[in-house]
């Protein structure tokens, strides 16, 4: 079983920027597809971003695109979230997830981070 460690969240001011870090318990890390999702108070959680195992391919929601890129280091085990042109909507508590079954791109995943609190200032 994966274990995954959100960290890099924090309270910053509207405009500026956060990178959020993932970092896996295994070294099957570098075979599984993952995202990152968002929760904000009294509302669902939604999709951010998500990466193939190998990097090669993204997919982003459209309310971050342009502002947020994802990226992962399977040599150190690790995903990550840069936030650029942070907005006050923007504030939630944000999940680190993979798939353990599938390697491409996906929405669907089984092992979920504790997530980390973002929160933008206006």
């Known amino acids: 079983q994966v274990q995954l460690v959100e960290s890099g969240g924090g309270l910053v001011q509207a405009g500026g920027s956060l990178r959020l870090s993932c970092a896996a318990s295994e070294r099957t890390f570098s075979r599984y597809s993952m995202g990152w999702f968002r929760q904000a108070p009294g509302k669902e959680r939604e999709f951010v971003a998500a990466?193939?195992?190998?990097?090669?391919?993204?997919s982003y929601a459209d309310y971050v695109k342009g502002r947020f890129i994802i990226s992962r280091d399977n040599a150190k085990n690790a995903g990550y979230l840069q936030m650029n042109s942070l907005k006050p909507e923007d504030t939630a508590v944000y999940y680190c997830?993979?798939?353990?079954?599938?390697?491409?791109?996906?929405?669907?995943?089984?092992?979920w981070g504790q997530g980390t609190q973002v929160t933008v200032s206006s």
């Open positions: 997830a993979v798939s353990s079954y599938i390697m491409e791109i996906t929405t669907r995943y089984d092992y």
């Open positions: 990466i193939n195992w190998s990097g090669s391919r993204t």
